[in-house]
């Protein structure tokens, strides 16, 4: 199904941001949260009231933290990785109770490469995976542009070592700006796809509103079916990628319109 990411509106608060989704014709939303107080159980409780209230089903969740997950979990320090894999293990309790299926993560950078070889990667993972699982929400690991998951041998080094136990989140914007092609980074990922955030680019635009440039939804989309793929198509873009809301109405429409072919 497709759905929006509240991050297209940033910086409005993102309580503001359920009702512009609504408004938008979207039933299913991935939420930024922005600040540590988002991830409280009283801020999460009023915006799922809202999102109730409006017919919105928060679908994922991602954090404003992920600046810091190369420190908290891909560090030499175990310290770290634990206070780290503490305040997770409250975003991921909390993210639960917000409805949330998925977690988006962005997790080492690519200059972390000599110490953080896949198999040391993949351990590292596990345990944020399991500690996810056990709270019911699914840790997806993102392609993200100078991080070790934008480059899509990686990606499939992980999920040899990993199989069943890793998730991940598609971008495509992200795998573009790593010189990378989105296609290859959904063949990698496989059946382990289970998240994807749809934009659009072309060679003078990194990030546009899907419909908007070059890239070939539509075939991504056949071979996504063909592949079994289950998750949603999650319109992420910056508020700058755009001049109005209808030109986010009629991507809507677009992608609608392939989803339907």
């Not at 070790?148 to 992980?158: A, F, K, R």
């Not at 999920?159 to 990378?180: M, S, T, V």
Request: hydrophobic share 35%; aromatic share 14%; net charge negative.
């Amino acid at each position: 199904m497709l759905g929006i990411s509240s991050a297209c509106f940033y910086p409005e608060k993102t309580e503001n941001t359920v009702s512009v989704i609504a408004e938008l014709g979207y039933t299913r939303a991935e939420f930024f949260l922005n600040t540590h107080r988002e991830f409280s159980s009283a801020f999460l409780s009023e915006l799922k009231k809202m999102c109730l209230f409006s017919g919105i089903t928060p679908v994922s969740v991602h954090p404003y933290t992920s600046f810091a997950e190369p420190n908290f979990f891909f560090s030499d320090y175990p310290r770290r990785f634990d206070d780290g894999l503490e305040l997770y293990k409250q975003y991921f309790h909390a993210s639960a109770e917000f409805g949330a299926r998925f977690f988006v993560f962005h997790g080492g950078l690519c200059r972390q490469r000599a110490k953080m070889p896949p198999e040391r990667y993949a351990e590292r993972y596990a345990v944020l995976h399991d500690t996810a699982l056990a709270e019911g929400v699914t840790l997806c690991q993102e392609n993200v542009v100078d991080h070790l998951c934008g480059n899509s041998e990686y990606v499939g080094s992980l999920k040899k070592l990993l199989g069943k136990n890793i998730a991940f989140a598609l971008d495509l914007k992200q795998a573009n700006r790593a010189g990378e092609d989105p296609m290859i980074f959904a063949e990698m990922m496989g059946q382990q796809l289970m998240h994807c955030h749809v934009n659009d680019f072309d060679p003078e635009h990194s990030c546009l509103l899907p419909g908007f440039g070059d890239f070939d939804i539509r075939e991504l989309y056949r071979r996504l079916n063909m592949s079994g793929y289950q998750g949603d198509l999650i319109t992420e873009v910056y508020s700058n990628n755009y001049t109005s809301l209808d030109e986010i109405v009629q991507s809507r429409k677009k992608l609608q319109k392939i989803l339907t072919e």
